[in-house]
């Protein structure tokens, strides 16, 4: 479970981030999580819940997660769709299967909330 370590690696973020800005607790992180990404929200979560428990600085923060759409391009008839769902099977318009996806791919720290 890689999400972990990503959470490490976001907690060792918020710290610095605390400590620039002479914050002592962080009350709510915004994170941006494409579908595409390859993290699994409630790992991620569950991470963030572990890890946010042991560090004074973060307990009781809240995690919000947003889960940005995806702009899928049908490789024949060049419709567009937009899902945060799962990938489309097939074009609704001509019944393609290679779709293009853009975006949906970045895990991004969005808002950090401090007092």
């Known amino acids: 479970m890689?999400?972990?370590?990503?959470?490490?690696?976001?907690?060792?973020?918020?710290?610095?981030?605390?400590?620039?800005?002479?914050?002592?607790?962080?009350?709510?992180?915004?994170?941006?999580?494409?579908?595409?990404?390859?993290?699994?929200?409630?790992?991620?979560?569950?991470?963030?819940?572990?890890?946010?428990?042991?560090?004074?600085?973060?307990?009781?923060?809240r995690l919000e997660v947003e889960i940005p759409t995806v702009e899928y391009t049908c490789s024949d008839c060049g419709k567009v769709l937009h899902s945060s769902e799962a990938r489309p099977e097939c074009c609704p318009a001509c019944g393609e299967t290679t779709l293009f996806a853009r975006g949906g791919d970045d895990l991004i720290l969005r808002r950090v909330e401090l007092e």
């Not at 605390?18 to 999580?33: D, P, Y």
Request: aromatic share 6%.
């Open 2 to 61: 890689h999400e972990i370590s990503l959470v490490q690696n976001l907690v060792q973020q918020l710290k610095e981030l605390a400590e620039a800005n002479k914050a002592t607790k962080i009350i709510s992180v915004t994170m941006e999580i494409g579908p595409l990404c390859g993290v699994v929200v409630d790992s991620f979560r569950f991470g963030f819940d572990i890890i946010s428990a042991e560090e004074e600085f973060l307990r009781g923060a």
